[in-house]
């Protein structure tokens, strides 16, 4: 089954400073590539993804890249602000027939300082 | 937006005692839904998908007889956590689907769960 590595566990930054978390995969067949963050005690909320035929994808001040030959993507967050400051799970998904299933890497920690 | 609704948000049972949860699509037909657990500090990992109409499908490691998972309609999921432990005691959390294959998930806002 499809594995996920996330780096790093843990990322304290400035207030205004860029912060990026990585992400490698197992699976080839995956195609799709959501990140979420999670406040405490909180569902994840969706907050940018990519598909495998896109090699990068712009929100505002997110931004995330893809690697297909290499199987890694990546989470560019820029301007960071206090409210920033949440656990961040990428994940990845293999969009073929119905229902498939979403495998979570193991987070990351951000803290953004002021 | 579509819309999972899960409940309880919050239960403590005593050890011995089962617990179901409920998880329901209110404005869109879920064939699939995921259920996760995750202990503090730590990922989501999937404990089984349910498909409409048909037995779940476990993760391995996961006990289908401890953790009963009933998917009779196109909007609601149960999960029964039965017997439960100490050990049990966990943040639950289903997902849900549509019918399309890139259909989006759709996250409910979690059970929980503490065992005393």
């Known amino acids: 089954g499809e594995n996920v590595e996330q780096h790093p566990s843990t990322l304290s930054v400035q207030e205004g400073d860029s912060a990026v978390i990585k992400c490698t995969y197992s699976?080839?067949?995956?195609?799709?590539f959501p990140w979420y963050k999670q406040e405490l005690g909180k569902r994840p909320q969706l907050i940018i993804d990519?598909?495998?035929?896109?090699g990068e994808k712009k929100d505002q001040r997110i931004a995330v890249t893809l690697n297909k030959t290499a199987k890694h993507f990546s989470l560019h967050i820029t301007e960071t602000q206090p409210e920033d400051s949440a656990v961040y799970f990428c994940a990845a998904r293999i969009l073929t027939g119905g229902g498939n299933k979403l495998t979570f890497g193991t987070g990351t920690q951000l803290k953004v300082e002021l | 937006g579509a819309v999972v609704s899960q409940h309880p948000s919050r239960v403590i049972c005593k050890s011995g005692t089962s617990v179901k949860i409920e998880c329901r699509s209110l404005d869109f037909q879920a064939t699939t839904m995921f259920w996760y657990r995750q202990f503090p500090k730590q990922s989501l990992m999937l404990m089984a998908t349910s498909n409409e109409g048909s037995k779940a499908t476990y993760e391995q490691g996961v006990e289908k007889d401890k953790f009963l998972i009933n998917h009779a309609s196109l909007t609601l999921s149960t999960l029964t956590v039965t017997s439960a432990h100490p050990e049990d005691s966990s943040f639950y959390i289903c997902?849900?689907?549509?019918?399309?294959?890139?259909?989006?998930?759709?996250f409910g806002n979690g059970t929980r769960l503490t065992v005393t």
């Open positions: 997902s849900a689907s549509g019918q399309a294959y890139n259909s989006p998930l759709h």
């Open positions: 699976d080839s067949a995956s195609n799709y």
């Open positions: 990519i598909r495998s035929n896109v």
